[in-house]
Each structure stands twice: as C-alpha cells, then as structure tokens.
C-alpha cells in the first residue's frame, strides 16, 4: 500500500472535526449536543464561540480540553480562523446551538467559508431568512442538516417503514401533539427568556418552538407534505408576547386530515410528544415518552405490540440501536443518532434526514399558523 493511499485511508477513519457555536457554560441544550456528537466516536468537538461572553468562552473550551486558540470571541473570527488552518486540522462542519435568531448568521458565514452546517430547529428566524439560507446551501454545494431530534428515534423509522410499505393502507388521519406544562405560569431564566423574546424566538413562541416538532414527525412518518392549516393560537400568560398554547386543523397530500397540537402551558406536562396515524386497513401510535414500544393497530386482530432492538425490525432501525432488548434508550440516543446521520452524510455524500427544504417548510409551517390565526383560523395555504 503506498503512502498517499494510507494517508486517505486514515483520514476516512478519522473522526469528523467539529466546531461549536453557542453552548456556553450555564445552556442545557449545548451539552447535549456535545454528548450526542461524541456517542459514537466518528465525531470530535476541535473548536468553539461558546458565547458572546468571551470569558464564558475560555471556561467552556477549557472545561472541554480544547486548546485555548480554538476557542474564539465570536463566530465570524472562528470561521476566518478555521479556514486559515491546514485542511486536515481545521473543522470540518459547525454544530449551531444559539437561539433562533442567531441561526442564520452563522450558517451564512459558515457556508461561505466553505464549511458545512448542523444546526438547531427552527432553521431560521423567518420564512425569508429560510429560504435566503437555501439558495446560499445551493449555491455552495455544502451539506446542510436539522436536529429534529424525534426522527432519530429507532421506532419513529419503523412506524414510517409500516406506512411506505403499505401496511396501513392509504393514510387518511393524523393526530399529532407536543404537550408541555413548563410555561404555564411566568417563568424567569435563560431559556424562558429568548423563547418569549420576538427578537430572539421569531413571530411564534410555542409553535416555533415545538409545533415545528409535532409537523416534522407528522411528515416524515405518513410521507405527505401538510399543505394547509387553519390555526388558533393563544396567549394564556398575559404578560407574554408570544403564543405559548396552539392548535390546527390540517390537510396533507392525497386528501390525509389531521389536527395538530402544541402547549407548554400544560401543569403537569413534562415532554409528552405524541403521534397516531391511520389508514384504511390499521393505525401505528408512538410517544417520546415511551420511545421504545410503538403500537400497531389492526381491524380484524389485537393491537399489535412492537419493541425495540427486536431482531424482527427492518434492518434500518437495527442500525439505530446500541443496546440488546430490555435496555431502553431514548432522548441522547436518539439524539445521537441525528449526528450520526449527518456525519454518515459527510462521509457518504448522501442526504440528511432533515436538510434545508424540512428548514424552509417548517418556517413556511410556522408563517401559515400565524397568518391563519390571525384571520379567525381561516385555512391558509403552507407556502413553501
């Protein structure tokens, strides 16, 4: 074996080099992510802008082992920096974990400066910055990914494999909801904050924040895109000024109906993502609550009961699990599992499960609800 092709083949071995913006010390979701990238040893954390607080920063890098000239004041300094280094030292794609309205800035600047982008949901503050984002991503040829986390669940894949094979027959209704109780009064922290914050969260708060998550599960299990809503949004805690409680009627491709909900102002509501779809011949229904059991429904038999990491699952969802039956696994793996997509995506060349079109539909998702709400739950047209 010659040299260079040793050189190649260990750099196909290496671990992806990733680099981090937001995450500081004192944010949930940052560590999370960190956690998630790490899981399967094909990723590796080189580099951050943990936070505008360059002090925040230093700590945050050297609590992770970084070498302190990797770690930077601000995003636009990392990107010129990171670009500067030898190709196999400097990052190879940015992992965005900032409030909302910081989303696509450092996507912009990251694809310009030629590295590739794994950023937090929603995409962008707004359908315009939305679809400004696609025409950078298909300018610069660059992958380009969504964590919505619930897709990485193994059984969320399962129920999606039931519908394309057409084990339910032709889908016709869709439940879908996303329940939490922790806004249900006011509530004063860093995560609060920027979620009731316009500025920070965009023109939706709950929707925004969690709707969106209800409306990808619901496309990606039934394979129809959603095409029109007629939306009540609500504000329950008076000195909000973002929704924090919403709920719509929807119509999907092929004549599918369905209704949508999302809350957080729910007592005692910890996390409970829900979806049950039904077809002319049976139904499938899973919660995030008890990821590792999906039911299937039949008309003429018992409910069927289907477990993870089972050696009857489609050999896809084999590939999502990291421990025998009887180990439940949930939220990190599943987590995981969307950084192992986007990492397999780098290595592979092939396509995300959410890239840059879910980012413009869930944005243009959000903008139908407001606009419908805004007109008495008038139906609306999801224009994406």
Same mark, same amino acid.
């Given at each position: 074996?010659?040299q260079?092709t040793a050189?190649?083949?260990?750099?196909?071995?290496?671990?992806?080099r990733?680099g981090?913006?937001g995450?500081?010390?004192?944010?949930f979701i940052?560590e999370?992510?960190?956690?998630?990238a790490?899981?399967d040893?094909k990723i590796?954390?080189?580099c951050?802008a943990?936070?505008r607080?360059?002090?925040n920063?230093?700590?945050?890098?050297?609590g992770l082992?970084?070498?302190?000239?990797r770690?930077?004041s601000d995003?636009?300094?990392m990107m010129?920096?990171?670009a500067a280094?030898?190709a196999?030292?400097?990052?190879?794609f940015v992992?965005?974990v900032?409030?909302n309205?910081?989303h696509?800035p450092v996507a912009?600047?990251?694809?310009?400066?030629?590295?590739h982008?794994l950023s937090d949901k929603?995409?962008t503050?707004?359908l315009k910055e939305a679809k400004?984002?696609q025409k950078i991503?298909?300018k610069?040829?660059?992958n380009y990914?969504?964590?919505?986390t619930?897709l990485g669940?193994?059984l969320?894949?399962?129920?999606k494999?039931i519908v394309?094979t #057409?084990? +339910? @027959?032709q889908?016709r209704?869709?439940f879908v /909801?996303?329940i939490q $109780?922790w806004?249900?009064t006011e &509530?004063e922290n860093?995560?609060?904050?920027?979620?009731?914050?316009?500025?920070?969260s965009g023109?939706?708060?709950c929707m #925004?924040? +969690? @709707?969106?998550?209800?409306?990808n599960?619901a /496309?990606?299990?039934t $394979?129809k895109r959603?095409t029109h &809503?007629?939306?009540d949004?609500?504000?329950?805690v008076?000195?909000r000024?973002?929704d924090d409680?919403?709920?719509?009627l929807?119509?999907?491709e092929?004549?599918?109906?369905?209704?949508l909900?999302?809350?957080?102002?729910?007592?005692?509501q910890e996390?409970?993502?829900?979806?049950?779809?039904?077809?002319?011949?049976?139904?499938?229904?899973?919660?995030?609550?008890?990821?590792?059991?999906?039911?299937r429904?039949?008309a003429?038999?018992?409910?069927?009961i289907?477990?993870s990491?089972?050696?009857?699952?489609?050999?896809?969802?084999?590939?999502?699990?990291?421990t025998?039956p009887g180990?439940?696994?949930?939220y990190?793996?599943?987590?995981a599992?969307?950084?192992l997509?986007?990492?397999?995506s780098?290595?592979s060349?092939?396509p995300v499960?959410?890239?840059?079109?879910?980012?413009?539909r869930?944005m243009?998702?959000?903008e139908?609800?407001l606009k419908s709400s805004?007109?008495?739950?008038?139906?609306?047209?999801?224009?994406s």
């Open positions: 074996m010659s260079v050189d190649i083949e260990s750099e196909a071995r290496a671990p992806i990733m981090m913006v995450g500081g010390e004192g944010a940052g999370v992510h960190r956690l998630a790490r899981l040893g590796e954390l080189v951050g943990f936070s607080d360059a002090e920063t230093k700590r945050t890098g050297a082992g970084l070498d302190a000239s770690c930077y995003f636009e300094a010129q920096a990171e280094l030898p196999d030292q400097r990052m190879q992992s965005i900032t409030p309205h910081v696509f912009k600047v990251a694809l310009e400066a030629g590295f982008v929603p995409a503050l707004n400004a984002l991503v298909e610069t040829g660059l990914g969504l964590t919505h619930y669940y193994p969320v894949s399962v129920a494999h394309n #057409g084990g +339910i @027959g889908v209704k869709v /909801e996303y $109780g806004l249900a &509530v860093k995560q609060a904050d920027w979620r009731t914050d316009p500025s920070k023109g939706s708060g #925004g924040d +969690i @709707g969106t998550h209800a409306h599960l /496309e990606f299990v $394979g959603m &809503v007629a939306a949004l609500s504000i329950f008076d000195s000024r973002l409680d919403g709920s719509a929807f119509r999907m092929d004549g599918v109906k369905g209704t909900s999302a809350s957080q102002i729910c007592v005692g996390n409970s993502l829900s979806i049950r779809v039904y077809g002319e011949m049976g139904g499938l229904i899973w919660n995030q609550e008890e990821p590792n059991t999906l039911l429904t039949y003429d038999r018992p409910t069927e289907i477990r990491a089972q050696g009857y699952l489609p050999v896809s969802a084999q590939e999502g699990f990291r025998p180990h439940p696994e949930g990190l793996e599943a987590f599992n969307v950084y997509d986007f990492a397999n780098l290595k060349d092939t499960t959410t890239g840059i079109e879910g980012g413009v869930g243009a998702f959000v139908a609800l805004s007109k008495n739950s008038k139906w609306v047209e999801i224009k």
